[in-house]
């Protein structure tokens, strides 16, 4: 029995040892584990913050690098001072924006407490060289904003620390000035804390010299200076992370530097605060064990169960982490020194990487050009320690579409090995708004009409070159005007009322308007106006886009002035026609009128005709005296002006010229065929139609001149199809020369002798029908049969479009 408890006693403590060996080791382990997570989280929070960082202060950099535009261009204090302001508003990490002269004094600032003061810029590193552009960053206390002179005080938190500056000396106009920034550490640290959502994690900026710039550890009596040792691991290293005795205190840090610029962002977790849940955890389960040894099982258990709840609060670090990675709005992926995927994100892989080929090298991919894939290969293979490479990369989506990424590689030491870090930002989009930002500002300084760009309310912003030299205004004697130094006073209010009626109803008005310009000389532009709206429709800008049509205007001027004077040569050239053929119309009722005059004085002399006789002697003369009174009427009808546009009859219209010559016509034998009298009305000016029709007749009529026809005819036809109202007039007096049939509506080109004809009739003839009546005249030699004979003649096709 003895033996058996001794054995069991010996057994239990055999148990109770392996189980303690086994508790303590796990304990161990589990702690090496969690600190080597936290050491990895560490480096990647590092590494993240430095690159927002560096964006940020690229940002800013870029702002000082756009002021000198505004600068060059602007002179005044008010609206220098305005637009600072502006841009702070816009730039929450920024606190305020000084501009300094060469004296080291602001003269313009966001804030205007501080104009007027003097800046010690000692402390700013690095010291200027032979590169004055370069930024430089200067202590916290030369950051803070001044009142009276004097330094703002603040609680014993001590929170001016998280104010410092950044300091650009640019060139203005051949003068120097220096752009002082003061960062709001406080904005850009709040952004990260919530970011990382992690207690006991402290963050500090600092200069690459070592000082202290700003920091989320605000811990009273905090000692602002960084210790020797951290100091000679910045200079050396450009990031590193390991346990490390900061401030005499224990903890898990890393740090970062900038690429391009002199910071320094360390990430610190307080080890012993980072532990401590997990010591509170293995306390209670160490004194149990002591306590408790005969009930190593239940000991076990218990560690077991501690163990496992200790597995899934790594679980859970693990898991944030994962959603960090995961979820995060760039592109992660992680490497191994060999150039294979360990770890790849889901916006990564689900854009540019096919799941099935993960065991090829990274710059094995397809995704890459062929130039891309070089470069990765001799980066991956040629990678020297603690260095960052930043790069734009060409790569091809599983989508087929091309896209720019932005891509970092940095680099972290696990389990000393090392792995990298390609962190990259799809800026495709930001690359084709530059590029088709840079072709509309290439547009607008090349452009030949006026452009014009105002704000919302109607203030000048902008104008481009052909605007200075249309108007003689230059863009600084216009910057912040109304357009309305332009105003000729020519229109009156109701136009301008009409126009922004509709430019507020449509946001478009496009028209003619009389403007003058420097020299007080009045000018026509022809003018399109446009608004322009965000994406929240809200109005942002005008843009007029105007073209000088002054000289377009004379000449359309002149030339209606000589159309008008070639419409009367036409009317008169056939004018000593026309007086011709009133001649032989009034021939016969003359010869009537004659005849009963002399009947009606034999009547009274000698008394031979009864009275009855008399009376029908005195109606032949008076219907003879309506005749010539009628043909008179017709002949001034037709040389009269007329400039309304009404609907009439096309037949009766034809019917009306031919009376005008249908002496010549009867003279020449020359008869007159309607083939189809489907009459229709059009819209125009009569007597213009009355011309083309007499100018198409006359000029039929003198084709059978010296030609020896028999059944001299002409034919005329009009009638109606779906769409159009058609006139043909065609003739058998042989046709029009080939070679000179397209020539023949050219201005004083004619195939008749000079007697007989002076080449403008059918030249005004197409001009009436094309530009007053809207339609088309066509010329064409036509064969056809009248009166079993095989004819050919002139063949005139007018065609209107029905109304």
Avoid at 142 to 162: A, C, Q, T, V
Avoid at 173 to 191: E, H, Q, T, Y
Avoid at 530 to 535: F, K, L, M, P, T
Avoid at 714 to 737: L, R, T, W
């Amino acid at each position: 029995m003895k033996f058996v408890v001794l054995k069991i006693l010996f057994a239990s403590l055999f148990i109770t040892s392996l189980v303690l060996t086994g508790v303590f080791l796990s304990i161990s382990v589990l702690k090496d584990e969690t600190i080597k997570t936290h050491l990895k989280l560490v480096q990647l929070y590092s590494s993240i913050f430095v690159d927002n960082l560096t964006k940020s202060i690229d940002t800013m950099n870029y702002l000082t690098d756009n002021l000198v535009v505004f600068l060059e261009n602007e002179q005044n204090n008010e609206i220098i001072n305005s637009k600072l302001s502006e841009l702070l508003r816009n730039n929450l990490e920024i606190r305020s924006i000084n501009i300094l002269d060469g004296n080291d004094k602001v003269v313009y600032s966001s804030n205007e407490l501080n104009n007027n003061l003097s800046i010690n810029l000692d402390s700013f590193y690095p010291l200027p060289s032979y590169n004055n552009n370069v930024l430089r960053v200067g202590n916290t206390k030369e950051g803070r904003d001044f009142y009276d002179e004097r330094d703002i005080e603040y609680s014993k938190n001590d929170l001016d620390i998280n104010f410092f500056p950044i300091l650009k000396e640019l060139k203005v106009s051949n003068k120097k000035i220096k752009v002082l920034i003061a960062v709001n550490g406080d904005f850009l640290l709040n952004r990260y804390n919530n970011f990382l959502n992690i207690e006991h994690c402290y963050i500090d900026i600092l200069k690459i010299d070592g000082t202290l710039l700003s920091s989320n550890d605000f811990r009273e009596q905090q000692d602002k200076s960084m210790s020797k040792d951290l100091l000679n691991l910045i200079k050396e290293k450009i990031s590193y992370s390991g346990i490390f005795d900061f401030k005499e205190e224990k903890t898990i840090l890393s740090f970062n530097s900038t690429t391009n610029y002199p910071f320094v962002v360390i990430v610190r977790l307080n080890f012993d605060k980072t532990l401590q849940t997990w010591e509170k955890k293995s306390q209670p389960l160490l004194l149990t064990i002591f306590a408790l040894l005969f009930l190593s099982i239940v000991l076990v258990l218990f560690w077991l169960y501690t163990y496992n709840k200790k597995v899934n609060k790594e679980f859970s670090l693990n898991k944030k982490f994962k959603i960090l990675f995961e979820q995060s709005s760039f592109f992660a992926l992680i490497i191994n020194s060999n150039g294979k995927i360990l770890e790849i994100n889901n916006s990564f892989e689900l854009a540019f990487f096919d799941k099935n080929l993960h065991n090829k090298n990274i710059w094995e991919y397809s995704c890459w050009q062929e130039k891309e894939k070089l470069w990765l290969e001799n980066i991956i293979k040629n990678y020297s320690k603690n260095k960052k490479i930043q790069r734009e990369l060409n790569i091809l989506g599983l989508d087929g579409k091309q896209r720019v990424l932005e891509i970092v590689i940095s680099s972290f030491e696990i389990d000393e090995h090392i792995e990298y870090v390609m962190i990259a930002l799809d800026i495709t989009l930001k690359k084709q708004r530059e590029k088709e930002l840079k072709n509309a500002h290439i547009v607008f300084a090349n452009a030949h009409d006026g452009i014009v760009v105002t704000d919302e309310n109607i203030n000048i912003v902008n104008v481009n070159k052909a605007f200075e030299e249309n108007t003689g205004y230059s863009l600084k004697e216009v910057l912040g005007k109304n357009p309305r130094i332009l105003k000729s006073g020519i229109q009156d209010n109701d136009f301008y009322k009409n126009m922004w009626t509709q430019l507020n109803e449509t946001g478009y008005w496009e028209g003619e308007i009389t403007n003058k310009n420097k020299n007080e000389e009045f000018y026509i532009e022809r003018i399109k106006i446009n608004a322009v709206y965000n994406e929240e429709q809200k109005l942002t800008n005008y843009i007029a886009v105007f073209s000088d049509i002054t000289l377009q205007k004379e000449q359309e001027k002149l030339l209606h002035e000589k159309e008008k004077l070639l419409f009367q040569q036409s009317k008169l050239s056939a004018m000593g026609e026309m007086i011709g053929n009133i001649a032989h119309q009034w021939r016969q009722p003359l010869s009537v009128i004659s005849s009963s005059t002399s009947a009606i004085k034999l009547y009274e002399q000698e008394g031979i005709y009864s009275k009855e006789e008399i009376i029908e002697f005195i109606d032949v003369i008076l219907n003879s005296t309506k005749y010539l009174s009628n043909t008179i009427d017709d002949f001034r009808n037709f040389y009269k002006e007329d400039s309304e546009k009404i609907d009439f009859d096309v037949e009766l219209a034809i019917n009306n010229s031919l009376n005008l010559i249908k002496t010549e016509l009867v003279k020449q034998n020359i008869k007159v065929i309607f083939i189809n009298e489907e009459s229709f009305n059009i819209c125009g000016i009569r007597n213009q139609f009355l011309q083309v029709m007499i100018n198409i007749l006359i000029n039929a009529k003198d084709a059978f001149l010296d030609k020896d026809i028999i059944n001299k005819a002409i034919f005329i036809d009009f009638y109606q199809d779906s769409q159009n109202n058609i006139i043909e007039i065609y003739d058998n007096a042989g046709g029009i020369d080939e070679k000179v049939i397209e020539h023949i509506f050219e201005p004083y080109f004619t195939t008749k002798h000079k007697s007989l004809g002076t080449g403008i009739g059918l030249y005004m003839s197409e001009e009436i029908i094309t530009k007053q009546l809207k339609g088309e005249i066509i010329v064409s030699n036509k064969e056809f049969t009248y009166k079993y004979e095989k004819c050919k003649g002139a063949e005139f096709k007018i065609i209107i479009k029905k109304i």
